[in-house]
């Protein structure tokens, strides 16, 4: 079978990079995306064959450029991972915390419309594809001190359903993962228990399968799955009195 052409964004750590170790040991021909050119360099040296492109997912304009590099040496993409994100606590009492708003938002949400754009047409075109895009559980409910992150992934869940239903019959699939926790750099200023939390090789061998059964949402671990179905069906007065006292994500994080 010929090699799957994959294209990962944030993939320098975290689950970006264990998804493209997972793609790389199937011998797939990688496009990495992430702004650690120093990270980016040891997997290309790690993989020999890999292509890394050292920016950043809101430069939208080294995004296209990215992308029309990667289809120009490989080919029509066989599956596009928007997993760049960037997660720290906010508080919209505060001024200073206007600016990580902008960042989250324009990263979690922007980003991802970004990566996805420059390769909608050649997927429609050669009818093959699955755009592959991280959410979270976290989009399910608001959470008290991630107001940002929240509404970012809300926000990239119901962008996803939209591509999803504009691509319908297209022969491009739209997949969109929401993990629970993963051990990854991200969660590991949290200062709360992270029940089920999967490590990052796990959690990406369990995205590369539902992304090549093109599932259309899936919500990982499965234990995960039950608790975001009961935050779903949770009453707003009933949520209020359980988690305004929850345990918060640090604010002032590097971003």
Not at 98 to 121: E, K, S
Not at 219 to 241: E, K, N
Request: glycine share 8%; charged share 15%.
């Amino acid at each position: 079978m010929a090699a799957l052409r994959v294209f990962i964004t944030g993939a320098s750590s975290g689950l970006g990079a264990a998804l493209a170790r997972h793609y790389a040991l199937q011998g797939a021909q990688l496009g990495l995306v992430a702004r650690s050119a120093d990270r980016l360099a040891a997997l290309a040296k790690e993989f020999p064959g890999c292509v890394i492109y050292p920016l950043d997912v809101r430069e939208q304009a080294a995004m296209q450029a990215a992308a029309a590099d990667f289809i120009a040496r490989f080919g029509v993409p066989d599956v596009v991972i928007a997993a760049a994100g960037i997660s720290v606590g906010t508080l919209t009492e505060h001024a200073a915390d206007l600016g990580v708003f902008q960042a989250v938002m324009d990263t979690n949400v922007i980003g991802m419309v970004a990566t996805f754009q420059p390769f909608v047409a050649a997927m429609r075109h050669a009818r093959n594809g699955v755009l592959a895009g991280i959410a979270s559980v976290a989009g399910i409910r608001g959470l008290p001190g991630g107001a940002a992150y929240s509404a970012s992934k809300a926000a990239v869940i119901s962008y996803l359903e939209s591509l999803r239903v504009e691509l319908h019959n297209s022969g491009v699939a739209v997949s969109t993962v929401s993990p629970g926790y993963i051990v990854t750099p991200m969660t590991a200023v949290n200062p709360y228990p992270m029940p089920f939390i999967l490590q990052a090789d796990v959690a990406a061998a369990k995205i590369a399968r539902a992304i090549a059964q093109r599932r259309r949402y899936v919500t990982l671990p499965w234990q995960m799955a039950l608790v975001a179905w009961a935050l779903g069906l949770l009453p707003r007065v009933l949520y209020d009195r359980l988690f305004c006292r929850a345990p918060r994500k640090p604010r002032n994080l590097p971003l």
